[in-house]
């Protein structure tokens, strides 16, 4: 605490993300990284751009970026905003798009850094009971809000939402944005990317941080109507000219245009996920229904907090969350190399034994 | 404009950067890059980075980077931040020390940025005019204020403050955070860093945009009392995890840690610098007593922005300022490799024939 701080500051509680422990030999499946590297065309491009053009600032705009996302998409490029990663992203959405007179609305249980931009910049915030399956209902966000924002497939549960039902929550909600935040979808969920092309008020988010191998990098985009992407633009502009490096640039542009091993790398995740969700049931788990690269799972007789300290003590890392009660039971398991996953079988094994 | 745009976002007027265009052979002198280089310690490490480990999530303290900038200017670790650009470290300084009641002190020519943060941030200031020597007065600064900053030396005008200024500011100001941004300090003016171990109040920014060579890959920092560091980290904790790539940590840490080469270019932009001010005082231009990597000149009978948009026409690009007035008759030049110099004072010649 300190009299220089400005007021809010002193109440600010920040995001905690998972641990980035460096120990060797760790089984890490606590932070929903790829078991797979990056496209190595991302690396080649990354590779033919380290050298003397660092000396200069990259294109403000990451025009070459901007294109490659357009183009995957098979959208207009003033429907694309990219940043510094979708964290960063997400930042400007709730600045920008977000601070009304209304509280904004989202799920009670997900993506635990949406109360933390409402406590940066000032906005009121409804959170949303999930269903007594996780799953969202869509008529509790028929009311009168300043915002909608729910990640699909959900987190940290896994469980998607139809694309039907997001149709209906964005078509009866058009005096606000409603954003899809899409970190998991490439894992079996439906994109609501077509429908940014129908709805003036649908703003989808995506990163290359799951799907694309790339959380090291840091880029993530959004994808909507042009009016949504210009207050983006704006707030950006204000806040840092060059949020993307030179090397982000050129490596998150040829990892969207590799769609061979981007189809390849998800496919495998999905399969090693349907192997894992099997010996996780057979060790008496219950498992949410799972879109993403992560499983949320509860033992029937284990308690989640001291699972998941068995588990690093030999060496598994997996996420837990003490909080809100209802997730307490649970384990957030990031899918590994079939490898990993055989590890973390074998340590539960031994641990439940 | 959008029905869908938070309020303030309609009024805001974004900072615009110096245009970065893709013209071959274009002699580039406006925006304040480095003429060499990058430290081939910097690339190396970053060639040893790039592969494989990008798909896990950096360090989220960039703990290599604190440690590296620590080390350079013999500061507690505790007392470095870093962030992705120091634009980026700027906004979070504006949105976690400057909002106060009181209205915060910039002067009236400065980096354009700062008004933009406080439209962005909804924060007072006042612009206090500089001297008619483009000098700022310190005694204009003791008054209730919400904070101080200013660049060091400044900007357009490469005009440094002396330290013993700079303690005096700092002293008579306990009450506020004094921010002293050194993006060009490394070019002539003596660094106040060593100050921010006596003076709770006062930030010292850099940046490794400039004396580094890196604009490319968006690395900045700031030096000051733990407690200042600490309200930067809640607001970075609130706004991305992890603002910095794995490529730039490792990039940035080894430029830091390569003082020879540091040295080594900084002395030839001097060098440089003393010559082109020679030629243009030569061609009838009267040039500002410069401390940064750029020189401010006006033509005793030439009007800045034809000079700019003539230079254009011969493939040399340099920075042209319409406002405030007092700068119009200025173009701001940055110091380029000695050729370029000499092309710029080449199609200066053919143009003031």
Redesign the interface.
Known sequence: ?????????HK???????E?PKIPNLV?LN?N??????SPR??AA??AE???????????TSGALVDAVAAHFGVPRECVFVG??S??VL?HVF??????AEPILFPDITYSFYP??C??YGIDYTAVPLDESFAIRVDEYLRPNGGIIFPNPNAPTGVPLPLDDIERLVSRNV???VVVDEAYVDFGADSAVALTQKY??LLVTQTL?KSR??????VGYAIGHP??I??L???K????????????IV?AAAAMADGDYFAQTCRAVVDSRTALVAELQALGFSVLPSAANFVFARHASCDGAELAQALREKAVLVRHFRSPARVAPYLRVTIGLPEENAALIAALRAILA
Chains 1, 2 share one sequence.
């Open positions: 605490m300190s009299r220089y701080w400005s007021d809010f500051v600010l509680v920040p995001y905690v993300p998972g980035q890490k932070t990284e790829n078991p797979y590297p990056p991302a690396i990354m590779q380290l050298g003397a053009s660092l000396r200069r600032y990259p294109d403000p510094n990663g964290d960063e930042a600045l920008g798009l977000f601070r009304h933390v931009y406590g940066l005096d606000s944005v003036p008020n941080s191998s790339l959380a090291g990098l840091r009016a949504l210009e207050a633009v704006r707030i502009d204000s806040f840092n000219s060059y949020p993307l490096d030179r090397l982000a490596g």
